[in-house]
Structures are given as structure tokens and as C-alpha cells.
């Protein structure tokens, strides 16, 4: 039984940060990867970052490249998302994810991220 909590949103002001945490719990952690996604209001959900199994690759949106980044404490079974100098536009529901398949990287590919978190909120005002 896989499962995926995210916490750490919440209301900061532009040029703020936030760090968001996904603790897994069901599997070994470090046999998958994963990855973060989000959603805002009449918006489709966007990849926002991903890493591997290892953590030896990570992958990012060109939207977020240069100011979230993804990182992960295997010990601690936790995946981050280090947001730095946010902006409005990043107002959206941040959900973590993990694919079924051990030892892959789906990526961008939404279809092949299996297991899902109920996402946090972050607000950036302006």
C-alpha cells in the first residue's frame, strides 16, 4: 500500500520561499523515482520536476528551471521541492507522485506516474 503526503504550502509573498515535503510510506523509497506536479484554477496539470531512483538525475519544467528543484532523503523516505523566488504565477495545487515501475523514470510522461498524493496549496501573493 503506497502512500504519499505532501505538507509544507501555504501563503508567502513574491520573491518568498517554501520547501514542500511528500513522505512515502508502502515500498522502499529508494527503488523509485519521483516526481511534482501542479495545478491552478482552469489550468492543466503541469510537471513541474522530477528525480530518479538513484537521485543522481533530475528533471524540470523550463517554466521552474533555475528556481524549485527537486532533492530526496531516502533515509527519511521524503522527496523536496525547494521553491525559491516565487512568483503569482506559481499559485497552484502541488501534488507528489511516484510510478508502480521500480528503478524507472517516466519523466514528463503524466500517464506513467501511478500513485498520487492529495497535494498542497501555495499561495504567492504579489
Known amino acids: 500500500q503506497v502512500q504519499l503526503v505532501e505538507s509544507g504550502g501555504g501563503l508567502v509573498q513574491a520573491g518568498g520561499s517554501l520547501r514542500l515535503s511528500c513522505a512515502a510510506s508502502g515500498r522502499t523509497s529508494s527503488d523509485y523515482a519521483m516526481a511534482w506536479f501542479r495545478q491552478a484554477p482552469g489550468k492543466e496539470r503541469e510537471f513541474v520536476g522530477s528525480i530518479s531512483w538513484s537521485g543522481g538525475s533530475t528533471r524540470y519544467a523550463d517554466s521552474v528551471k533555475g528556481r524549485l528543484s527537486v532533492s530526496r532523503d531516502n533515509a527519511k523516505s521524503t522527496v523536496y521541492l525547494q521553491m525559491n523566488s516565487l512568483k503569482p504565477e506559481d499559485t497552484a495545487v502541488y501534488s507528489c507522485?511516484?510510478?508502480?515501475?521500480?528503478?524507472?523514470?517516466?519523466?514528463?510522461?503524466?500517464?506513467?506516474?501511478?500513485?498520487w498524493g492529495q497535494g498542497t496549496q501555495v499561495t504567492v501573493s504579489s
Open positions: 507522485a511516484s510510478t508502480r515501475y521500480r528503478r524507472t523514470d517516466p519523466g514528463m510522461a503524466t500517464n506513467l506516474w501511478h500513485y
